[in-house]
């Protein structure tokens, strides 16, 4: 039986990359049925911000999707689709792998950097609960739960147990919000005491960013809630070549979207030059969801070795090959 997966292309290089990941799938072997739909910045505006049923109903027969850059009208109102879909899944875990290509240089060439940052994606500021006060004072209210942030918590061990990780750090600013924060240490350190052969230790996000800059090769897992883990997995991307490189996944307790993070680029869209690396790890990351872990490890050999050879990189990483020539290095590789 081929596995059910909703692909939602998105809209400037979405479909682009979207079809070149297909691609790559469809040369491993793995049986996939695939349910294409249309979220875009078009729709957005034509719903009024809505997500539209077909892609929620998609989603609930497939329980899967991958999914391309989806432009959110920015200044205009609209809440972002990707908080929304979250929510409206209870995709309560972030989860974004971060590691060195081989071949890419970066400033850490000498050392590369292998590390996965768990966070959590339901609530925090982006509970979207504001209120003007009087004119001109604004309060934005920070939700933390210890629902939410004991369930993250357990991911993030249960997932570090089954993989051979070693370390958590969580990350916090329990030192100025002491409820709130306190409140998600106090839930990641009673997760802790039932993980003992993982080592467990805390650092405040400003130290952590710091760190995380000078010697990223000491960290392992990161642990954060919202607002933290939405910066800080971008300034880790940027350790290793930028958001067009890293995969995402987000998960749920029945659903699962893996996704590529970096923006639709309009700028280049159509003209052939977009680079897939993003959604094609984040493919290989659903491989694994869906117990293909075979064509997953092959997929990842594969597009190690084009960045190794260089030969057929995209001009976003120092290359001039176009994504038709990149795609089908990876697909040779595979073979």
Avoid at 136 to 145: A, D, E, F, N, P
């Amino acid at each position: 039986m081929p596995h059910s997966v909703t692909l939602i292309p998105g809209d400037g290089i979405g479909p682009e990359v979207a079809d070149a990941t297909v691609r790559v799938l469809e040369a491993t072997g793995v049986p996939i049925a695939w349910e294409r739909v249309e979220l875009n910045r078009d729709l957005i505006v034509a719903t009024g911000g809505a997500i539209p049923e077909n892609v929620i109903a998609s989603l609930g027969r497939t329980m899967v999707g991958l999914k391309g850059p989806v432009t959110t009208p920015v200044g205009e109102g609209y809440q972002s689709l990707n908080v929304a879909l979250r929510k409206k899944l209870d995709l309560f875990a972030n989860v974004r792998p971060v590691k060195t290509l081989p071949g890419l240089k970066t400033r850490y060439d000498d050392t590369p950097i292998d590390l996965i940052i768990f966070r959590e994606n339901t609530e925090d500021l982006y509970s979207g609960l504001e209120n003007e006060v009087v004119p001109g004072v604004i309060t934005s209210i920070k939700v933390i739960t210890s629902k939410a942030s004991l369930r993250i918590a357990d991911y993030a061990f249960h997932f570090a147990r089954r993989v051979g990780r070693r370390k958590i750090t969580a990350v916090h600013k329990a030192n100025i919000m002491k409820l709130g924060d306190g409140l998600f240490l106090r839930s990641c350190r009673e997760i802790a005491q039932k993980f003992p052969e993982i080592e467990y230790n805390e650092l405040i996000v400003d130290n952590a960013s710091m760190q995380l800059v000078m010697r990223p090769q000491q960290f392992d897992i990161l642990l954060m809630p919202n607002l933290y883990g939405d910066i800080i997995s971008d300034l880790a991307a940027g350790l290793v070549g930028g958001l067009g490189i890293v995969p995402g996944a987000n998960m749920g307790e029945e659903h699962a979207v893996f996704e590529a993070v970096h923006g639709s680029a309009p700028d280049i869209a159509g003209q052939g030059l977009a680079n897939p690396t993003a959604i094609l790890q984040s493919a290989a990351l659903m491989l694994l969801h869906l117990g293909e872990e075979s064509a997953a490890r092959r997929i990842q050999r594969a597009l190690e070795a084009v960045y190794a050879e260089g030969k057929w990189l995209t001009r976003d990483v120092g290359g001039t090959a176009a994504t038709s020539d990149f795609t089908s290095a990876v697909i040779g590789n595979l073979k």
